[in-house]
């Protein structure tokens, strides 16, 4: 095992607390979000502690403000869920040793963790860095869930435009996805399938719906794709 | 929001980070699922993106959050922190429904 005072880790243990109190500032507006959306307090934070993935979070609570059914926000949900399947597809070639510390390290397995672990050239780099990270992210997700969903009936979100504020934030998660040409195809079909049914399938469909987008794979690469990064790897939130 | 599904959410959420991470674990799938499955994340948050900024409810809507979001990809293009993304587009939604309203 590497050890903590080599100093190659030191960079990554600032980007990682740094990436961290970021998401931390995302999960004060989900917990605001979910307090919001009619969840207690307990619920909300139960919801950081057990499920932690962000994305899934977020589209479960926006499903049950807007109106939508259990079926539809756990569909939603779980289909954003799917994505650290692959980020686990990932790190499984990185993350070695026995069952238990595996099971915890499945917890940790998010975007944040798999970006981190994959921008580092050295295989105990990349392990101490998903490490590092999962925890780091895990402590402000979960602190900031807590001061979201205190703070939530306090805040009304759409004064400081924090319904936008959502929207922003997958932007930026986006942009790595931009690099490959097919990348831009999913993201332009995936949401033209949500727009476009929106008005006539419930709250929630639409997003299930887009994930057909990603068809548009299942040709074989072109001879100028071959090279392109077939796990693009998003960078934030969970 | 329920108890329930809070707890739903939990398991099959933590089941999809154990089947990737340790059940599929380092077996190789069929290259064209493997190919399909890396795009969820840019089909599914595209969708997200387009969801919260043009729809209340079931009915389509063009209003402030348009021009946070175009900030947003404006930020995020000129390749800003994260942080700075999210700020852009909140703060510049809330200008400009003040402004209007």
């Given at each position: 095992m590497i050890s903590l005072r080599d100093p190659r880790v030191r960079p990554v243990v600032t980007t990682s607390v740094t990436l961290g109190f970021a998401v931390g500032v995302f999960a004060i507006l989900f917990g605001v979000g979910a307090v919001g959306a009619g969840a207690s307090t307990a619920q909300a934070c139960a919801m950081s502690l057990l499920v932690f993935t962000g994305a899934s979070q977020l589209s479960a609570v926006a499903v049950i403000a807007g109106g939508g059914s259990f079926g539809s926000a756990l569909g939603g949900a779980l289909v954003l869920a799917a994505r650290n399947a692959v980020f686990g597809l990932t790190m499984s070639r990185r993350l070695t040793g026995r069952l238990p510390i595996r099971l915890i390290a499945a917890q940790l397995t998010i975007d944040e963790s798999t970006a981190m672990a994959t921008a580092q050239q050295d295989p105990e780099l990349q392990r101490v860095a998903f490490w590092i990270t999962g925890i780091s992210v895990y402590v402000f997700w979960n602190l900031g869930t807590l001061v979201g969903a205190l703070a939530g009936n306090a805040i009304d979100p759409k004064r400081f435009g924090l319904d936008a504020a959502i929207p922003s934030a997958f932007v930026a998660v986006l942009?790595?996805?931009?690099?490959?040409r097919r990348g831009r195809q999913a993201m332009a079909v995936g949401a033209a399938l949500c727009v476009v049914s929106i008005p006539f399938v419930p709250i929630g469909v639409p997003v299930l719906l887009?994930?057909?987008?990603?068809?548009?794979?299942?040709?074989a690469p072109r001879a100028d794709e071959l090279g392109e990064d077939d796990h693009v790897v998003g960078e934030l939130p969970a | 929001m329920t108890w329930g599904l809070v707890l739903a959410l939990a398991a099959g959420a933590y089941a999809f980070k154990v089947l990737g991470?340790?059940?599929?674990?380092r077996r190789s799938l069929p290259p064209p699922l493997e190919r399909c499955l890396a795009l969820i994340p840019a089909a599914v948050i595209a969708a997200i993106v387009a969801k919260d900024t043009f729809s209340v409810g079931q009915h389509l809507q063009i209003d402030a959050r348009l021009a946070g979001v175009g900030v947003a990809i404006v930020a995020a293009w000129r390749k800003m922190p994260v942080i700075v993304v999210i700020v852009a587009g909140a703060a510049t939604t809330a200008l400009v429904r003040q402004l209007a309203g």
């Amino acid at each position: 095992m590497i050890s903590l005072r080599d100093p190659r880790v030191r960079p990554v243990v600032t980007t990682s607390v740094t990436l961290g109190f970021a998401v931390g500032v995302f999960a004060i507006l989900f917990g605001v979000g979910a307090v919001g959306a009619g969840a207690s307090t307990a619920q909300a934070c139960a919801m950081s502690l057990l499920v932690f993935t962000g994305a899934s979070q977020l589209s479960a609570v926006a499903v049950i403000a807007g109106g939508g059914s259990f079926g539809s926000a756990l569909g939603g949900a779980l289909v954003l869920a799917a994505r650290n399947a692959v980020f686990g597809l990932t790190m499984s070639r990185r993350l070695t040793g026995r069952l238990p510390i595996r099971l915890i390290a499945a917890q940790l397995t998010i975007d944040e963790s798999t970006a981190m672990a994959t921008a580092q050239q050295d295989p105990e780099l990349q392990r101490v860095a998903f490490w590092i990270t999962g925890i780091s992210v895990y402590v402000f997700w979960n602190l900031g869930t807590l001061v979201g969903a205190l703070a939530g009936n306090a805040i009304d979100p759409k004064r400081f435009g924090l319904d936008a504020a959502i929207p922003s934030a997958f932007v930026a998660v986006l942009w790595p996805h931009l690099s490959t040409r097919r990348g831009r195809q999913a993201m332009a079909v995936g949401a033209a399938l949500c727009v476009v049914s929106i008005p006539f399938v419930p709250i929630g469909v639409p997003v299930l719906l887009s994930s057909l987008a990603i068809l548009v794979a299942l040709p074989a690469p072109r001879a100028d794709e071959l090279g392109e990064d077939d796990h693009v790897v998003g960078e934030l939130p969970a | 929001m329920t108890w329930g599904l809070v707890l739903a959410l939990a398991a099959g959420a933590y089941a999809f980070k154990v089947l990737g991470l340790i059940v599929i674990g380092r077996r190789s799938l069929p290259p064209p699922l493997e190919r399909c499955l890396a795009l969820i994340p840019a089909a599914v948050i595209a969708a997200i993106v387009a969801k919260d900024t043009f729809s209340v409810g079931q009915h389509l809507q063009i209003d402030a959050r348009l021009a946070g979001v175009g900030v947003a990809i404006v930020a995020a293009w000129r390749k800003m922190p994260v942080i700075v993304v999210i700020v852009a587009g909140a703060a510049t939604t809330a200008l400009v429904r003040q402004l209007a309203g």
